[in-house]
């Protein structure tokens, strides 16, 4: 097969058709994965307490609000399960089939998400539902970053590694765009009355359509060589938990840590946000959507920035300019926000926005290079699961207990500080194998050799 990273060690400024076709692929999934995801966050901050957790709702608004802000959290700890059942389907049955299911039962799960009668009609049975059908989201997301971030990584020109892993990466914003555009297009459609007897069901039956428009993409994008070529890539980097724990713990435990606060500052923005702009400042939810879709494009423009700044400074240079600007920024922030000006919260959002993106860009071509190629997939996959855990997975729900016990939004701004300044320890320590042939060690002319063979890391 004729391989773009292969080639572009004859000429390093190609941009091949392959190349194009493995930026396209990585860059569907993870937009439709996000939109999934960010559509339940947004709703969480809007309407799924009242709708779901009514006892709560009339008792303790803050309680309520807090419960429904867990049950983004909840999706996050199956990711890493999700990541290994995906692995084991994707190396026996191809990971054409391992894809497609992840979209689809992500997708289903969504919709399904619009179907469900709420407490007032189903009593403690609704938010039961809803907890597994989030379950079923987590799970099924749990595989699809680490694959489309190799994808994009192990294909890419070796002075444009950087750039290339950002492309996985700007399907976040973009999937927090369409999000928030789609929830913009129907709270400006629809009165607030019916919106929130049912119209809010509406943005998560829309995933029906991004799934028929990601299966089809997906489809003529997968019977490429470039897909059948990274099946047999997966099958050579993936390496059973135990194995990887043993002998890549302390990698995993600095991927985990190095996420960590970029996640955590990503779910304020993503989910908390919108909430506590219309609940506690006021704000009309139109305007909230307005600031975040915004915030988004901005978080899109420095993540592409982050990737192309990770391939000329250094990936750790980069992630460390993102995260001593988000420590310096996490507290001051909160002095715009709590004025109520809408253009004052969008220059606290936007730049928060491009402190992550400087954090986020180069993520996937650092992540590639700081494990060996035989538990590469594995450990770059399990990394970023557990970094989303203690990061983003309960952020808006402590965010909101901080809110609810001291009164004091700055207090946010301390805890995001203090997660970027451990994040920012982790990135500095870490030794990515920057410049190394990731595809040398799969050229192998024995699969089975051990991890020490395989090893081709440097100390960089």
């Known amino acids: 097969m004729d391989n773009p990273a292969r080639n572009a060690r004859g000429d390093a400024t190609v941009i091949t058709g392959e190349h194009k076709k493995v930026l396209a692929a990585t860059l569907i999934g993870t937009s439709i994965e996000w939109y999934d995801y960010f559509i339940y966050a947004q709703a969480a901050g809007l309407v799924l307490g009242p709708m779901f957790f009514g006892p709560f709702t009339k008792s303790n608004p803050s309680l309520s609000q807090i419960i429904s802000f867990a049950t983004i959290g909840i999706a996050f700890l199956f990711r890493p399960l999700g990541a290994i059942v995906g692995g084991y389907l994707g190396d026996r049955y191809g990971r054409k089939l391992s894809l497609i299911l992840t979209l689809v039962l992500m997708g289903v799960s969504t919709a399904l998400i619009g179907l469900l009668p709420t407490y007032a009609q189903a009593g403690v049975w609704a938010p039961i539902m809803l907890i597994l059908l989030r379950v079923l989201q987590g799970f099924s997301a749990g595989g699809e970053w680490g694959g489309a971030a190799l994808m994009a990584v192990e294909h890419a020109p070796v002075n444009k590694r950087s750039f290339f892993g950002s492309f996985p990466q700007i399907g976040t914003p973009i999937g927090m765009i369409i999000a928030t555009l789609t929830l913009l297009f129907f709270t400006g459609l ?38 059948k070529e990274m099946q047999l890539r997966r099958k050579q980097s993936s390496a059973p938990l135990g194995y990887l724990m043993r002998h ?133 996959s399990i990394g970023y699961a557990l970094g989303s855990i203690l990061g983003g997975a309960f952020a808006a729900s402590i965010a909101q207990w901080i809110i609810s016990a001291y009164n004091q939004s700055y207090l946010i701004g301390v805890y995001i500080a203090i997660l970027s300044v451990i994040s920012l320890i982790a990135v500095s320590i870490a030794k990515p194998a920057t410049g190394v042939d990731l595809n040398a060690a799969h050229e192998s002319p024995e699969p089975g050799v051990g991890p020490a063979h395989l090893r081709t890391r440097s100390g960089a």
């Open 190 to 227: 629809l009165t607030n009355d019916q919106f929130l007897d049912w119209g809010w069901r509406l943005p998560f039956l829309f995933s029906i359509v991004l799934i028929v428009v990601g299966l089809v993409i997906r489809r003529s994008v997968e019977e490429s060589p470039v897909f």
């Open 248 to 380: 890549h713990t302390r990698e995993v435990v600095l991927a985990a840590l190095i996420f960590m606060a970029n996640n955590a500052a990503g779910y304020l923005l993503i989910a908390f946000f919108i909430s506590y702009g219309q609940k506690s400042l006021h704000l009309p939810a139109m305007t909230m959507l307005s600031v975040c879709t915004l915030s988004a494009v901005g978080w899109l423009v420095f993540t592409m920035l982050g990737g192309w700044l990770g391939d000329r400074l250094g990936r750790v240079r980069t992630f460390q300019i993102g995260y001593v600007m988000l420590a310096v920024w996490a507290v001051p922030m909160w002095w715009l926000i709590d004025t109520g000006n809408p253009v004052l919260f969008f220059v606290a959002a936007v730049v928060i926005a491009a402190a992550l993106g400087l954090s986020y860009g180069p993520q996937a071509a650092l992540y590639a290079e700081m494990f060996p190629a035989n538990v590469r997939y594995s450990g770059v």
